[in-house]
T-cell receptor
Framework: DAGVTQSPTHLIKTRGQQVTLRCSPK?????VSWYQQALGQGPQFIFQYYEEEERQRGNFPDRFSGHQFPNYSSELNVNALLLGDSALYLC?????????????FGQGTRLTVV | SQKIEQNSEALNIQEGKTATLTCNYT??????LQWYRQDPGRGPVFLLLIRENEKEKRKERLKVTFDTTLKQSLFHITASQPADSATYLCALDPLYNQGGKLIFGQGTELSVKP
């Protein structure tokens, strides 16, 4: 059983460009959340998708957008990249059962903006 | 303001000793608190969840306590081993059991010396 998979693992982009990161959730999971983790910090919640809709959003600008597909996979898009967007981007999947369950994280995508 | 804070200093202990990590929060009333382990360059891995009505939870060499009056959780690793060296993150759901976003502390780096 594959866990959460993210692609690519590493990415280098130039300031002002756009980037798309991808996530496939753990089998049986229907909810995908995205987090940004700066070096030496804990992950910060960007948004969560369930039933192909954005269910919750953290304190991130509109440059950060996402999508969830019918197969529950998800994309994170970041427009007009800034140097400060350099971070590890984590995808977490869970099952929206109404009960509190743990999140399963992927290995992350390391984004470097130069 | 709402905050979740962990020991800011790295924790260095000798193999075989008990490691104790602290997580304090303010202005949250979480239904539960979670602990994760994160190795360098990897995504967090879920370890334990403790609910607001539970005082203590154990899993093998791990023990978590949760004091909603003190607004604090303690995470213990007994008989620590060098393989336990990692960053440990605490996280809570700020929306009280709505299975949504997690707010993470900044993490505590644990180093276990042989």
């Amino acid at each position: 059983d594959a866990g959460v998979t993210q692609s690519p693992t590493h990415l280098i982009k130039t300031r002002g460009q756009q980037v798309t990161l991808r996530c496939s959730p753990k089998s049986g999971h229907d909810t995908v959340s995205w987090y940004q983790q700066a070096l030496g910090q804990g992950p910060q919640f960007i948004f969560q998708y369930y039933e192909e809709e954005e269910r919750q959003r953290g304190n991130f600008p509109d440059r950060f957008s996402g999508h969830q597909f019918p197969n529950y996979s998800s994309e994170l898009n970041v427009n007009a990249l800034l140097l400060g967007d350099s971070a590890l981007y984590l995808c977490a999947s869970s099952f929206f059962s109404g009960d509190n369950t743990e999140a399963f994280f992927g290995q992350g995508t390391r984004l470097t903006v130069v | 303001s709402q905050k979740i804070e962990q020991n800011s200093e790295a924790l260095n202990i000798q193999e075989g000793k008990t490691a104790t990590l602290t997580c304090n929060y303010t202005n949250y009333s979480p239904a539960y608190l979670q602990w994760y382990r994160q190795d360098p360059g990897r995504g967090p891995v879920f370890l334990l969840l403790i609910r607001e009505n539970e005082k203590e939870k154990r899993k093998e060499r791990l023990k978590v306590t949760f004091d909603t009056t003190l607004k604090q959780s303690l995470f213990h690793i007994t008989a620590s081993q060098p393989a336990d060296s990692a960053t440990y993150l605490c996280a809570l759901d700020p929306l009280y059991n709505q299975g949504g976003k997690l707010i993470f502390g900044q993490g505590t780096e644990l180093s276990v010396k042989p």
